[in-house]
């Protein structure tokens, strides 16, 4: 809760900002498919890795970090990409920008449960 209050609330709302600074000039599908894309693409497997790596460093398991939260992050990021694309392409498309980070926060709130079920699943 710590990190999702302070480091995710500046760093995602401003990325969301970045998106449609970017995507402005777009219109139709190419608009839609460009704001689903960069922001299925900032949680990324690195993006998910981090994630593992405060879940780890929280919980006070140092010996568990390693890069091996990389491959777990990887595979994670892989077998999410559909649920993650159509989560996505609501917030982006559908939502007001001022809802967006609120939308992104739950729906991230429901994939923090996922992250921390992929050590097991992908281990």
Known sequence: MCIGATFYA????????WIVKTTQFRKGAKATLSKTILA??????????RHLLFIKLFSGQFE???????????????VNIPI?????????????LKWRFLGSAVFSALMAIYYALSETIFS
């Open 10 to 17: 500046f760093e995602i709302p401003n990325y969301f900002d």
């Open 40 to 49: 299925i693409a900032y949680f990324n497997p690195l993006w998910i890795a």
């Open 64 to 78: 568990a970090i390693g890069f091996y939260l990389l491959e777990i992050a990887f595979w994670s990021f892989l």
């Open 84 to 96: 993650s694309f159509m989560a996505n392409y609501i917030i982006q498309n559908r939502f007001q």
